[in-house]
């Protein structure tokens, strides 16, 4: 995107930014139920966000997906423009590509924010992984030194035969593992609490929901 590209977005809507960017993890072991359950979250996900009259357009979604390699499938785009992708599963699991992507990719955005003069929330970094992290020391300190400066809040979750011990090192808040394959309560729960975010002042603390509901195990 272009600078006057990026001038002519933020002009037509003023409104501050509430960035999340999605880390998934589809490598060949989410093929099947996994995948397909993953798609339907985000389905439940971006009608929930652009149904709420505030969050749409403040709320902006980016996703970056990992599995032999990392990629952007989605830059980041106000939850009224967010389409879902159809995610499919194959390949080894580069979860550090996929961690370090992300918060590069979070890092650029802010720059156009505060380029443009547009107020914004505490960005989020949200990782799905049913995987383990190879080496994990550069990214748990990565993701450490973000936390301290309230740059991101980090948020790792484990679908089932994650690796928690794998989660623990790379997460400074505790990580959280799904139940079963219960994708749309999870994002039902990311979504009211991005809403939720969106409807405060920036730089205002906000109490989130920790009721997480039966998609959480721990």
């Given at each position: 995107m272009s600078a006057l590209e990026e001038s002519v977005e933020?002009?037509?809507?003023?409104?501050?930014?509430?960035a999340c960017v999605l880390i998934l993890d589809t490598s060949g072991s989410m093929v099947g139920n996994r995948i397909d359950a993953l798609n339907a979250?985000?389905?439940?996900?971006?009608?929930?966000?652009a149904n709420d009259e505030v969050a749409c357009k403040r709320v902006?979604?980016?996703i970056v997906e990992f599995n032999t390699h990392a990629r952007v499938v989605q830059?980041?785009?106000t939850a009224e423009e967010f389409v879902p992708p159809v995610l499919t599963a194959n390949g080894t699991t580069d979860m550090a590509g996929g961690v370090n992507q992300a918060l590069d990719l979070l890092q650029q955005r802010k720059r156009q924010y505060a380029s443009n003069g547009v107020p914004y929330y505490r960005p989020w970094a949200f990782l799905i992984t049913d995987g383990e992290i190879s080496n994990p020391q550069k990214?748990?300190?990565r993701v450490s030194e973000e936390?301290?400066?309230?740059?991101?809040t980090f948020f790792a979750v484990g679908v089932a035969g994650a690796r928690e011990e794998s989660l623990k090192s790379i997460s400074v808040r505790p990580h959280?593992?799904?139940?079963e394959l219960k994708f749309a309560e999870l994002f039902l729960w990311l979504s009211a609490s991005l809403k939720a975010v969106s409807?405060?002042?920036?730089?205002?603390m906000v109490a989130l929901d920790n009721n997480t509901g039966s998609w959480e195990l721990v």
């Amino acid at each position: 995107m272009s600078a006057l590209e990026e001038s002519v977005e933020f002009a037509i809507n003023t409104q501050p930014r509430c960035a999340c960017v999605l880390i998934l993890d589809t490598s060949g072991s989410m093929v099947g139920n996994r995948i397909d359950a993953l798609n339907a979250g985000l389905r439940v996900f971006g009608d929930e966000l652009a149904n709420d009259e505030v969050a749409c357009k403040r709320v902006e979604v980016a996703i970056v997906e990992f599995n032999t390699h990392a990629r952007v499938v989605q830059d980041f785009v106000t939850a009224e423009e967010f389409v879902p992708p159809v995610l499919t599963a194959n390949g080894t699991t580069d979860m550090a590509g996929g961690v370090n992507q992300a918060l590069d990719l979070l890092q650029q955005r802010k720059r156009q924010y505060a380029s443009n003069g547009v107020p914004y929330y505490r960005p989020w970094a949200f990782l799905i992984t049913d995987g383990e992290i190879s080496n994990p020391q550069k990214v748990a300190q990565r993701v450490s030194e973000e936390e301290s400066k309230k740059a991101v809040t980090f948020f790792a979750v484990g679908v089932a035969g994650a690796r928690e011990e794998s989660l623990k090192s790379i997460s400074v808040r505790p990580h959280k593992m799904l139940s079963e394959l219960k994708f749309a309560e999870l994002f039902l729960w990311l979504s009211a609490s991005l809403k939720a975010v969106s409807q405060s002042v920036p730089g205002n603390m906000v109490a989130l929901d920790n009721n997480t509901g039966s998609w959480e195990l721990v």
